[in-house]
């Protein structure tokens, strides 16, 4: 069983900064995705294991930071400059092979139980 232990959420500001974390019970492929109210579950950022290649959602690009520590098992979001609009549940997810295509939430098996993240204008 797969565990994924997400931290790092609350109420902020317009411009302020948040860092998540995710845990894992072992090595996984990564990403983070966001849901907003009555909206779907949209694909945010992820990291490979072997290279740290990068990969952002428009939105968030230029804004935010995924970097992982292997030796933790352990994924970060950094998000600057946020807006209202980044506002929603922030979820991790897994897998165990890199995901194909990575910025569809069915591509991932485990997820963890989200943290809200709340930007107030």
């Known amino acids: 069983q797969v565990h994924l232990v997400e931290s790092g959420g609350g109420l902020v500001q317009a411009g302020d900064s948040l860092r998540l974390s995710c845990t894992a019970s072992?090595?996984?492929?990564m990403a983070w995705f966001r849901q907003a109210p009555g909206k779907e579950r949209d694909f945010v950022a992820t990291?490979?294991?072997?290279?740290?290649?990068?990969y952002y959602a428009n939105s968030v690009e230029g804004r935010s930071t995924i970097s992982r520590d292997n030796a933790k098992n352990t994924v970060y979001l950094q998000l600057d400059m946020l807006r209202p609009e980044d506002t929603g549940v922030y979820y991790c997810?897994?897998?165990?092979?890199?995901?194909?295509?990575?910025?569809?939430?069915?591509?991932?098996?485990?997820w963890g139980q989200g943290t809200q993240v709340t930007v107030s204008s």
């Open positions: 997810a897994a897998s165990a092979a890199f995901p194909h295509p990575y910025t569809s939430p069915r591509e991932y098996i485990y």
């Open positions: 072992g090595r996984y492929y």
């Open positions: 990291i490979t294991w072997s290279s740290g290649s990068t």
